[in-house]
């Protein structure tokens, strides 16, 4: 099936059995030409629309984001503002207790579905649910049992030490809820179901937003700011539960009754999840600290500004394909193999468009938007962000192809590339910094990017789904020579 299908014609797809397999695990599948066409519309939406409703969650977030921080800091101020945003901190680095195991759901949910294996599909998702209720009380715990003696290790001032240990209470009782809740919206997501689960999340953040308005309003303060988020997560954990429960007919939850050979899969997929994570963090992070320890922190701020702008550039593509990866997992476990190498076709197309066309975009005005953002100041960062937004449209281009390795459990190649990069990122960044200065530093992070992204990640996906590396080469370099033709031009006749 295209990437680009209509919504009636999936739904045709549907009703003549051709997914058959898969939506018969969701709720009232067969519905006669009298349905609702929404209700069929939101409980088999098609590729494009799980798209759509990943860039309506990310949007919506963030919106949020950047009218909601001045709201809070002029109601609660900046002594007030910097425990908020140093217990969230602390409470975001809970996360690493999950090994990365969140990862592996999706697309195990959907190769079980493909295999018609419901047993094992309770066993696992059971598992994944004791785990990460098990993580959560342990945050739970950490966060009642931390909250004073980090007080006091940051010096937080007396007068002030109740609200960071109340904060540390609400942040961490919120996280606790998030770790069985996002067992609940990574199945529903392994079916296929994006549009559900994002409905979950943006309802969540119009909630915290709506409540943190009212609360601080009230005078509720830093206090009234963590009361939403505990609320709001508190609300995702019951509404992902209940969509789980009304959509995954096939899966029988019940607490603390998995296996350890369930565990074992989640923790080998999770550890090597793991060792992307923390090579994204080398590719991306140590940019920062090379620069500051050789040019200065004025030079740090000139390039978080292009890396902002690229990662927001990233996002787009990433929400947008990601939904792939359970389509792929399910198709490969089903025995689907010419429906699988076709949309994984089709889709590099499209991501190579997106990919390569954002990228020109950027290139050609991205001086402009710099200026218009930040202001002259930042001039400098054009340059950084011509060159990291041109590396990584290779990366972007590829998307489904990498989503494809995780759909069909080809993570550990995947991983070993990441680091390797990962490494040779950090080498030429120490390297070229001295020569170039920050020039070095962005050249450090592209060099190898488009390197091995170009040469050795096609080689891995092809290799994976079974395809000639030719066609997949047709797919992604004619976008890529006709982005490089319109920036030519525009630096010919238009200055960059």
Known sequence: MDIVTTESSVQSELAEG??????????????????????????????????????????????????????????IGKSDYGIWTLVA??????????????????????????QKDWQSLSKFVNTALTYFTSIGLITLVASFALAVPLASFFNISPDRFGSFQHTMWLVGLAAAVGFPGSVFVSVIRGQENYVAGNCVVIAAALLRAGLTVWLLFKGFGL??????????????????????????????????????????????????????????????????????????????????IAAVLMRYSCRGTQSAFKVLKPRFAFLYSSGQKEKLQQI???????????????????????????HLWVGTKFTNAAPVLYI??????????????????YGLDRIRPLAGLWMVEALLNVLLSFLLVGPFGIIGVALGTAIPCVMLKLLVLPYLVTRAASLPITKYYGRILPPALIAGAVVLLAALFGGL
């Open 344 to 370: 994984l076709l089709r889709s590099i197309t499209v991501a190579s468009t997106f990919a390569f066309g954002g990228a020109a975009i950027l290139i050609v005005f991205g001086r402009h938007l710099i």
């Open 18 to 75: 051709e997914y058959g397999d898969l939506v018969v695990y969701g709720a009232n599948t067969r519905q006669g030409r009298g349905g609702s066409r929404l209700k069929r519309a939101f409980l088999h939406p098609s590729l494009v629309m799980n798209a759509a409703s990943n860039w309506a969650a990310l949007a919506v977030n963030m919106v949020i984001g950047l009218l909601l921080t001045p709201f809070i800091i002029s109601h």
């Open 388 to 405: 990291l937004v041109g590396a990584l449209a290779f990366e972007m281009a590829q998307n489904p192809g990498i989503n494809a390795l």
């Open 89 to 114: 901190s602390i409470v975001g680095y809970y996360g690493i207790l999950g090994l990365g195991v969140g990862g592996a759901i999706t697309p195990y949910t959907a190769r079980y579905i493909g």
């Open 223 to 304: 206090l009234g700011a963590a009361l939403a988020v505990g609320v709001s997560d508190t609300f995702s954990l019951g509404a992902s539960a209940i969509l789980c429960r009304t959509l995954a007919k096939h899966v029988k939850v019940r607490l603390f009754s998995g296996s350890w050979q369930m565990l074992r899969i989640l923790l080998l997929y999770g550890g090597t999840v793991v060792v992307i994570v923390v090579s994204d963090m080398l590719r991306f992070q140590i940019d920062s600290v090379v620069i500051g320890k050789f040019l200065g922190m004025e030079t740090v701020a000139v390039y978080a």
